[in-house]
């Protein structure tokens, strides 16, 4: 059964340092989620592609956070410089569209930051 | 605001009882709701959501639209169960894309 693949599972960093994450959606699934889950809270979407465009970045901290989905498959999240206060676990989802469409999560990368 | 509330962050019970995992949400339109759950060591899955009014692993749930809640019930827990649990709201939002709103969770623990 094909699965959302993300990488690496865990990172740990140093504030300042610039760390990148990586997804590969399941084959054919048009739509991709970045969420990032904060300890003891649910995971909060912070941008969403459909294909290679991203249609809400609302919550995307612009400053420091970038996402691309260059070809429309897999898609990089970047922070750059990281702070202490984005340590928390990314989990990127994705789905065949954008409307009722059952999301499929990764395993998540859990980011800490020293 | 569109919001989703689990109100309880743990929820113990003994193999057998009855379970509730209480769920409200706030929103302006007609909303789907959604279980999500996360066994140990495993990702985040769909466990149900409420237009399909099934029952999964014995779970159901139910939308009430006058209370705004859509709470989690199995009438037996089994200790399989135990995880963690997660309500969900699917609306348009701005640019008139759906987005999930997540619960912060609760952790269902069903003992022996």
């Known amino acids: 059964e094909a699965e959302v693949a993300q990488s690496p599972r865990y990172k740990i960093t140093e504030k300042s340092q610039a760390v990148a994450f990586w997804c590969d959606p399941i084959?054919?699934?048009?739509?991709l989620y970045w969420y990032r889950q904060i300890l003891g809270q649910g995971p909060e979407l912070l941008v969403q592609f459909q294909d290679e465009s991203v249609v809400d970045d609302s919550q995307l901290p612009k400053d420091r956070f970038s996402a691309e989905r260059l070809k429309g498959v897999d898609s990089t999240l970047k922070i750059q410089p990281a702070e202490l206060g984005d340590s928390a676990m990314y989990l990127c989802?994705?789905?065949?569209?954008?409307?009722?469409?059952?999301?499929?999560f990764g395993p998540g990368t859990r980011l800490t930051v020293l | 605001a569109q919001r989703v509330t689990q109100p309880e962050k743990l929820l113990s019970v003994f193999k057998g009882a009855p379970v509730e995992l209480k769920c409200n949400y706030s929103y302006s339109g007609s909303p789907e709701l959604f279980w999500y759950v996360q066994y140990s060591r495993q990702r985040l899955q769909l466990l149900l959501r409420?237009?399909s009014r099934e029952s999964i692993k014995g779970f159901t749930a139910d939308l009430n639209k006058g209370e705004t809640s859509f709470h989690l019930k199995k009438p037996f827990a089994q200790e399989e169960d135990s995880a963690m649990y997660y309500c969900?709201?699917?609306?348009?939002?701005?640019?008139?894309?759906?987005?999930?709103?997540f619960g912060a969770g609760t952790r269902l623990a069903v003992h022996p």
């Open positions: 409420h237009i």
């Open positions: 989802a994705s789905s065949r569209g954008q409307g009722s469409d059952t999301q499929y």
């Open positions: 084959s054919g699934h048009a739509t």
């Open positions: 969900a709201l699917r609306g348009a939002f701005s640019g008139g894309y759906n987005k999930l709103i």
